[in-house]
């Protein structure tokens, strides 16, 4: 048996905040829509994990999702052009990774990294 997919499910009452958030500022696709769900992804081939923390690193609080851009600076100036406060970074890490973090829409707060 293999896993095949892990799904992080935020609940909200306002689903469609989301799309501005994960679709516009980070530019994942919508995969899916039934009004009570909505669901955001990529075409792009993933490694499945998941992370346990007793903290963020760096003296951090622990994120709730990770996100791996391949273009740190691009989505750093979407967050500034959108207004979206910056909690952390961006800073570079000695585990090897650039990184920042922000809450989405939903007060998730989210770690946003490139491997250097």
Same mark, same amino acid.
């Given at each position: 048996? /293999?896993?095949?997919?892990?799904?992080?499910?935020?609940?909200?009452?306002?689903?469609? /905040?989301? /799309?501005?958030?994960?679709?516009?500022?980070?530019?994942?696709?919508?995969?899916?829509?039934?009004?009570?769900?909505?669901?955001?992804?990529?075409?792009?081939?993933?490694?499945?994990?998941?992370?346990?923390?007793?903290?963020?690193?760096?003296?951090?609080?622990?994120?709730?999702?990770?996100?791996?851009?391949?273009?740190?600076?691009?989505?750093?100036?979407?967050?500034?052009?959108?207004?979206?406060?910056?909690?952390?970074?961006?800073?570079?890490?000695?585990?090897?990774?650039?990184?920042?973090?922000?809450?989405?829409?939903?007060?998730?707060?989210?770690?946003?990294?490139?491997?250097?």
């Amino acid at each position: 048996m /293999k896993v095949k997919r892990i799904v992080a499910n935020i609940e909200t009452q306002d689903i469609s /905040k989301a /799309k501005h958030f994960y679709e516009e500022i980070l530019g994942l696709d919508q995969k899916m829509d039934l009004g009570f769900i909505a669901t955001y992804g990529s075409n792009e081939k993933m490694t499945t994990q998941i992370s346990f923390l007793s903290e963020g690193g760096s003296g951090t609080p622990v994120p709730d999702l990770s996100i791996e851009v391949d273009d740190l600076d691009e989505v750093l100036i979407r967050i500034k052009d959108a207004g979206i406060s910056i909690e952390y970074g961006p800073a570079e890490e000695p585990w090897g990774v650039r990184r920042f973090y922000v809450r989405d829409p939903f007060g998730k707060l989210v770690n946003i990294l490139t491997h250097l």
